[in-house]
């Protein structure tokens, strides 16, 4: 089922992801999860998805941490977030249980990141009060356990100790820790981790790549959520094998494009720019192909200068899929695309 994102976007995007896992068991139920003294009351308040489904999160009048925790064993590139909406408290705080100076709070009144060690903060307004709340890290040891905290000030550190009066809370809802450097949309859970599958569009049509039958023009307009100067971020292609494929993808470790159509291990198009992105912003790429004569780059309107620009004879006749935002559906790129033409 396509899924549409108008987060930070009026016109909406195509949301094609990657592979995620929820490794929360319980990102709802949060009744299941250790109380460190805090209470943890279900189904007491509209979440984001409009339900009464929230968590109501408070402090006991024991001066002591206000937390709860649930038990998790990942390490590497960790993502952890939550949803959270301001009460009489305002900063929730994310710890694991492992990294003794590792934390990051979130100010649910201005909506921006307050005092942090380590952990890399992120919030997202999604209305009526409500922020994700975002950490990403790196841990080289198994955390443990996760927390979700109440801190009284945004300039708090870790876990500070003190005493509530039993009533005054914030909410929570839609827990989520998975691997990797970057967050991906909410899967929930409920006794159990959850997988969400790569997802990838296509069409059936080999005169999309085929630059001998005319002139053609791909014009893309997109943002990435995340450069990791590692990954390739594949905007579309096809795929019969290594010497017969077609791929246009931005690698960042360059940071470049690179646009290559490929018959009988021959480049019959081979086309690379430099172009240094920035995650989170609007593009507009418009690849002109021209039958037997140099190709043209337009970036954000601007014309660019090639590296690289091959065009020899040759018919592309992939009898395959053409794939949007992914490489021959092996695994989707973190691109959102909010439109696509050839003319």
């Known amino acids: 089922i396509p899924r549409v994102d108008y987060l930070n976007n009026a016109n909406g995007s195509l949301l094609l992801e990657p ?12 009744s299941q999860w250790t109380a460190e003294n805090a209470t943890a009351t279900i189904n007491n308040v509209i979440s984001p998805d409009g339900t009464q489904n929230g968590t109501k999160l408070t402090p006991t009048a024991s001066s002591q941490r206000q937390a709860i925790k649930l038990a998790q064993s990942q390490n590497g590139d960790i993502v952890i977030s939550c949803f959270a909406k301001k009460g009489e408290y305002d900063i929730l705080q994310i710890t694991d249980a492992i990294n003794g100076s590792y934390f990051v709070n ?10 942090s060690s380590v952990m890399i903060g992120e919030i997202e307004n999604y209305g009526n009060g409500w922020y994700r709340c975002v950490s990403k890290y790196n841990s080289t040891s198994a955390i443990n356990a996760v927390r979700f905290s109440i ?13 509530g009066n039993g009533t005054d809370s914030l909410y929570i809802y839609g827990a989520q820790v998975e691997s990797g450097s970057y967050p991906t949309s909410y899967i929930p859970t409920s006794g159990t981790t959850v997988t969400r599958l790569a997802e990838y569009s296509s069409l ?67 086309i690379v720019f430099s172009a240094a992105l920035v995650a989170n912003t609007d593009y507009e790429l418009k690849i002109v192909i021209n039958n037997g004569v140099s190709n043209q780059v337009y970036l954000n ?4 200068t090639l590296t690289s620009d091959t065009h020899t004879a040759g018919n592309i006749t992939l009898n395959t899929p053409f794939y949007l935002l992914s490489y021959h559906t092996a695994s989707s790129s973190s691109v959102n695309l909010n439109s696509f033409n050839i003319i």
């Open 19 to 30: 592979q995620r896992t929820n490794l929360v068991t319980e990102s709802e139920d949060f």
């Open 106 to 115: 979130f100010d649910l009144d201005n909506g921006v990141v307050g005092s």
């Open 301 to 304: 309107g601007v014309l660019q």
């Open 204 to 270: 059936s049509n080999d005169a999309l790549v085929d630059p001998q039958n005319g002139d053609k023009t791909y014009i893309f307009n997109f943002s990435l959520p995340n450069i990791d100067g590692v990954s390739v971020y594949d905007l579309m292609s096809k795929f019969i094998d290594n010497s017969n494929r077609f791929r246009l993808s931005f690698r960042s470790s360059q940071p470049d494009f690179e646009l290559f159509m490929k018959i009988g291990g021959v480049n019959l198009v081979y």
């Open 151 to 163: 801190a009284q000030n945004a300039t708090d550190g870790r876990l500070v100790n003190f005493a």
